[in-house]
């Protein structure tokens, strides 16, 4: 019998039997999140539905990337930061999605919450633990704050000291971790790209 650690090759042994699994491998550091947010205890299940969705928020993602990565926000770091955030939480999401969160608890839970969408992925082996990623999903949380300032009086905003292309650089190694650790097609890979962008 072979044992295997990875990530990948449990959750790919999993899909390859086309069932529907409870995936606890991670269970303290998922517990610990849980208590941090208050959150009910989830049961994690991975679908082939849930993989599919997942792929198609990653692609959502990489087509929203593109305008950052183009430089169409650089002129104002509050756009920048809006669309990063959107960027963000359809890459986290899709991870989440991956690993057996379903689609209405992300809705339910995630909201606009960058550092909690980052918590709970790391919480689930993500392993992203960037200290700048931290500091900026904090910054985006919640990013709407970003895009429509005016809702709240238009007040002067921390950003951080992030400049466009330092969030260019964190949001594309964010989509690089995702892309890693599921497995999904790259845009540029031979990927799909849709009319629509799901948020």
Known sequence: MVITTSRR???GTL???SITADIAPWGRALAYVQERYEDAPVTLRRSRESRDLSRDRFQSAEIAFTGIDAGFFR???RT???QAGA???L???AYLLDVGFSDAWNAEHIHQDITKALAYANGTGFG???PDMVRLAAILTPYWKWGYPHLIGDPPMDDGGFSPEQVCLLIRALLDRVHDVSGHARLADGGHRHATIAS
């Open 80 to 82: 920048t930061l809006h």
């Open 15 to 17: 899909t390859a039997a």
């Open 87 to 89: 960027v963000a939480k």
């Open 9 to 11: 090759a449990l959750l």
């Open 75 to 77: 002129r104002h770091v």
């Open 91 to 93: 890459a986290l999401c």
């Open 128 to 130: 992203f633990d960037c």
